[in-house]
């Protein structure tokens, strides 16, 4: 199994678990069902993102509202 530097176990697309959020919500609005995967950083950085654990569950809904406001 993959690991990141700090030893912790990568799932197989290559996330650590998330340190922001531990509840299988969404992040901004609570809502349970299809959520999707948002990356703190993007572009160059969304590796370290993954290895790190930066990342938030959000509904379809507030994940496009989020890119709407990039």
Not at 6 to 22: C, E, R, T, W
Not at 36 to 57: C, D, M, P, T, V
Request: proline share 3%.
């Amino acid at each position: 199994m993959e690991t990141n530097e700090f030893g912790v176990p990568l799932d197989l697309n290559g996330y650590a678990p998330s340190i922001m959020q531990k509840a299988e919500r969404c992040f901004m609005c609570g809502r349970s069902g299809h959520l999707q995967r948002h990356e703190l950083f993007g572009a160059s950085n969304r590796e370290k993102s993954k290895a790190y654990g930066l990342w938030i569950l959000l509904c379809v809904d507030c994940h496009e509202y989020i890119h709407q406001t990039d």
